[in-house]
């Protein structure tokens, strides 16, 4: 069966510090892979999503870049945090064609 | 563009009491929809889809929702609401092609009274 993995779970990091989150999927090949944002009171946020490797397209512009240097990898990045960076960020796949999407555990990330 | 509209920010109900969560969509063909709920600090666990065919379907947990393309409505129902049931729900349209990408509407928060 499938399954995804993402951590860290929880990240404290200081104002212009750099990130990375990683997230993995096992189980199946050539997914889609998605970076969701979700804000108090704003709902999940697309990030980026990747249909293969080496393919990122961003939906909004922003701080953070995404990379998908494996099938089966996606990692969240920044150069340098902001404090508005600061959110509940989701990891998730799909397979071409379909548009249920299976999600991670989250990372719960707090600029200071 | 899809968008979709969650109108209830916060739901209470008592426990045993029926539940109905409210989801519009905005979309120029038949979508697909979807229910997701997410218990705090966890990610999001699917509660059912519609894709096509019978208008009523059934997910996890006891919940049902039904498609009415006459007033693009996907809203969600549970005849009785067991405390568990206290989390977020998400309401969520999706579209093949161009990265088969999911949008999802602001969420409700459903607290249960016991």
């Known amino acids: 069966s499938q399954t995804i993995h993402q951590w860290p779970a929880t990240l404290v990091q200081p104002v212009g510090s750099p990130l990375s989150l990683e997230c993995t999927v096992e189980g199946t090949s050539n997914p889609n892979l998605y970076w969701y944002r979700q804000a108090a009171g704003r709902g999940l946020q697309l990030l980026f999503y990747?249909?293969?490797?080496?393919?990122i397209s961003s939906e909004v512009p922003q701080n953070l870049s995404a990379s998908r240097p494996q099938d089966r990898q996606f990692i969240l990045s920044s150069k340098k945090l902001l404090l508005s960076d600061s959110g509940f960020y989701l990891c998730?796949?799909?397979?071409?064609?379909?548009?249920?999407?299976?999600f991670g555990q989250g990372t719960r990330l707090t600029v200071v | 563009a899809q968008s979709v509209t969650q109108p209830d920010i916060h739901i209470t109900v008592s426990e045993g009491a029926s539940l109905e969560l409210r989801c519009n969509y905005s979309y120029g063909a038949t979508p697909y929809l979807f229910w997701y709920v997410q218990s705090p600090g966890q990610g999001l666990q699917l509660l059912l889809k519609?894709?096509?065919?019978?208008?009523l379907v059934q997910g996890i947990k006891g919940f049902e929702a039904e498609f009415k393309r006459s007033q693009s409505s996907f809203n969600l129902r549970k005849p009785s609401v067991h405390w568990s049931d206290a989390a977020e729900y998400f309401c969520?349209?999706?579209?093949?092609?161009?990265?088969?990408?999911?949008?999802f509407g602001t969420g409700t928060q459903l607290k249960v009274e016991l």
């Open positions: 519609y894709f096509s065919g019978d208008t």
């Open positions: 998730a796949w799909n397979l071409v064609g379909n548009t249920e999407a299976f």
């Open positions: 990747s249909v293969g490797i080496g393919q």
């Open positions: 969520a349209v999706g579209i093949t092609g161009g990265g088969n990408k999911l949008t």
